[in-house]
């Protein structure tokens, strides 16, 4: 029979879903990134992403900054929908050779964490286990009529991005693989590692002007978010820029790297990957400079249901490939 | 430098709690069951609560009843607040070995649990790890007034308990060391153990009605939750009657077993530990008399802030001892 290795993560969770009774009218369907509970025309936001030492925390991050990156990776979630977090809950999982200064580490990441996005820690569980667990669950809200969902891009819209690509698959080839560029090119790609922020003010502010047909962080890579948002919408995209970040193309071309494939298919990325309508496209990039993020035109909605990427004027399939943990990249 | 094991889970939580702000008004204090955020008259009851198979499934437990048992535990601290759940997260860690049978009897746990408690799964993660983690949080509402804290209880209450004691930690007994009591004496401990049960409905009505000061449930032994109740209300109790379970008295002469030691210093036991206004106590006991459930008088609410135990004409007093997990019992 095949184990969980073969199986994959995800096909875990459909095993899981089939078998479970879903909730009458659930205003978010299960398969987005957060889940809700409807009180009157609010929306309770409820999200729960698990961060495990062995896969999640590369070589070189600190407890701290682990501790900061299970919040983290939660809020960029909040982001990507319109949400706002307000508390979170966290259940660790310490092994039993923990010492008391790890233990204050953690912590003091956690506490970081919250309170870079006004977020308070209001409780918690902590068990002895073999690896390090840091288990986060999110709360908080969001009006009925602004959270944006996977679904809802209609072909003409933009497709955009709040940030470039590529630093995270860069900083953990640099990690995992020992390599020594430059400290100039080195410092950039191992801090988008070691300290990922989340766009949230971005997300909530583009919530706001109702400028989005559908949203996503790029936290399993910028292929994957694509995919992922042409599944729920019925829509294809034709990528005609990939946002490789300047410091990206230097590094793949000193260790004969493709830019585009560190791009495409890195993760642990927490920009928003967005389709904008047209008529609201300039508003929404004036909102965002507000915050000195830029908001990058990457390519356009398409009714075929594919995924398309031009470069250098030839055409080519943006796969499917996802990122099941830091692993996958050494 | 000391490390987990020496500190103990609880210690590592205070550690963690002192690095952390605090949330201002905070509808619940850290270290009561569960935690909250105010939305106009009502509460938002939030709890996580991490189930790890080797400290939490006792041998003899199946992946289906371990599964559930992660939400009934949960489900236990919403019914001693009387707080109503709505909705189930779950993040699960799941070791790479696990056969797709496995992770069916997992889905079907979760929803066992969830369904007997009329709560809906709407969420969650999946993560390889190590062990087997289930990490499930629940959210649901409370009204305001209604909330049963830890803090409350008065000189003069009635403490009481909404069954039998002991029959869990007669059942690990029975489970860890490999005895074999006769069937009819077997199974209702192994059962207590394997198929918990948490008093929702009860810890609701008794909240409704306002008869109870103060409230617990009895997850980590009938001492630990006296002594945490006693210590968030800055009092004390003078406990007349160890509600010893008949199977258990005749479990402990069998084995030559203290059956107060395993009814005050058990665990993983789902009762309520509540005080009660006493005039209110016969109201209370009708109101739970309609779900065929006792409320077992055990005490009186004391003004000097010990707890002591009659026995046989003979006072004791009954330690702070508590229960980090079932290989404490081995």
């Given at each position: 029979m095949r184990t969980l290795k073969d199986l994959g993560e995800r096909k875990?969770?459909?095993?899981?879903?089939?078998?479970l009774d879903s909730m009458p009218n659930m205003p978010i369907p299960f398969g987005d990134d957060v889940s809700a509970i409807q009180i009157d025309e609010k929306l309770i936001i409820v999200k729960v992403d698990m961060l495990v030492g062995k896969t999640d925390v590369p070589?070189?991050?600190?407890l701290r900054q682990?501790?900061?990156?299970?919040?983290?990776?939660?809020v960029s979630d909040f982001a990507a929908k319109g949400a706002k977090p307000v508390a979170a809950l966290v259940s660790l999982g310490l092994p039993s050779d923990f010492t008391e200064e790890e233990v204050r580490q953690i912590g003091l990441?956690?506490?970081?964490?919250a309170r870079e996005y006004e977020i308070y820690v209001i409780g918690g569980d902590t068990n002895e286990s073999s690896d390090l667990?840091?288990?986060?669950?999110?709360?908080?809200?969001c009006k009925k009529g602004s959270l944006m969902r996977r679904s809802g891009a209609r072909p003409g819209d933009i497709v955009?991005?709040?940030?470039?690509?590529?630093?995270?698959?860069?900083?953990?080839?640099?990690?995992?693989?020992?390599?020594?560029?430059?400290?100039?090119?080195?410092q950039p790609l191992v801090e988008s590692v070691l300290m990922p922020k989340a766009r949230l003010r971005e997300g909530l502010a583009l919530a706001e002007i109702g400028a989005v047909t559908s949203s996503i962080d790029s936290s399993d890579g910028l292929a994957w978010s694509l995919h992922e948002l042409s599944k729920a919408s019925r829509v294809g995209f034709m990528i005609e820029n990939v946002p490789v970040a300047p410091e990206v193309q230097v590094f793949a071309e000193k260790y004969a790297l493709d830019p585009v494939d560190l791009s495409l298919y890195g993760g642990e990325e927490y920009e928003l990957v967005v389709?904008?309508?047209?008529e609201l496209w300039d508003r929404a990039r004036e909102v965002l400079s507000g915050f000195k993020t830029p908001l990058?035109?990457?390519g356009k909605v398409i009714e075929e249901e594919e995924i398309k990427v031009r470069i250098n004027g030839e055409t080519k399939v943006v796969e499917g490939r996802g990122w099941e943990h830091f692993r996958s990249v050494a």
């Open positions: 875990a969770i459909e095993i899981i879903l089939e078998l070589p070189g991050m600190s682990a501790a900061r990156k299970a919040i983290v990776m939660n990441g956690l506490n970081d964490g667990i840091i288990d986060c669950a999110l709360i908080g809200f955009a991005v709040t940030g470039y690509f590529g630093r995270t698959s860069s900083g953990l080839k640099i990690l995992l693989n020992g390599l020594s560029p430059p400290e100039e090119l080195r389709t904008v309508k047209p990058i035109r990457i």
